[in-house]
């Protein structure tokens, strides 16, 4: 399994007391697997991805990635593990606007030391991004713009892809093609993938799907 969310709850703090978020979220991931969260806004998605990807505490529960137990582990080393395992794509696309498109592609596989240019040409040829490597992401389109935000995640060979409405701010048909390449690149690469999304039209194109309700996976 590349990711286990076992009983997992989370609250924060409100005017009268904790309020509840997650009541005890259970999931699984396996290698090459691609799973669609969906749920009402205010449901928990984002927070339950932010525990996965080591960036908040859960109250009470297990979360394993790639094998390793990240909820009792210290901050230094969570950190290493979201470096070498995890990759996050979010609807902003957060490229470094002074570096060209081929060094944000190789930015976040540098980070983890585990650069290989022949891969980072490979997904790049893939994404139709090669004659755009010399360029900077603003001279790009937003389609573009995602596109390398995808190459640079995939080119570090995360096992396990995080990401939150990567399609939300392209138009339909862009966002379509952009999704499809994704999905396709995700599997080549062994990856699981856990996608947020508000479109039905997008989670059906998952393997599978749940939805957060009340606090629970359902
Ligand atoms: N850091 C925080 N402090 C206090 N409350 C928070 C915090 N983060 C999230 N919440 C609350 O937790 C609930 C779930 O928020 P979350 O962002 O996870 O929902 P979501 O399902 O991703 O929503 P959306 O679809 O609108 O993005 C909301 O009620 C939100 O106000």
Do not use: C, W
């Amino acid at each position: 399994m590349v990711l286990t969310v076992h009983d997992v709850t989370k609250s924060f703090p409100g005017a009268e007391g904790d309020v509840p978020v997650l009541r005890g979220v259970s999931l699984s991931l396996e290698r090459g697997e691609t799973l669609a969260l969906t749920g009402e806004s205010g449901s928990g998605k984002s927070t339950l991805l932010h525990l996965i990807g080591g960036l908040d505490r859960v109250d009470s529960g297990s979360i394993t990635v790639a094998g390793r137990e990240i909820t009792t582990m210290s901050d230094t080393d969570r950190a290493a593990l979201r470096r070498s395992d995890v990759g996050v794509i979010f609807q902003q696309f957060n490229l470094i606007p002074s570096l060209t498109v081929e060094a944000n592609i190789a930015f976040q596989a540098r980070l983890a030391g585990a650069f290989d240019a022949d891969h980072a040409a490979r997904l790049s040829k893939a994404l139709g991004l090669t004659e755009h490597l010399a360029k900077y992401p603003e001279a790009l389109s937003g389609g573009q713009q995602q596109r390398v935000a995808i190459a640079r995640t995939l080119t570090a060979r995360p096992k396990l892809v995080l990401a939150d409405e990567p399609t939300g701010n392209l138009d339909e048909a862009t966002a379509s093609e952009v999704l499809g390449q994704m999905l396709r690149l995700v599997r080549e690469t062994g990856a699981a993938l856990l996608m947020v999304t508000h479109s039905s039209s997008v989670a059906r194109r998952m393997e599978r799907h749940v939805n957060l309700s009340q606090g629970h996976v359902v």
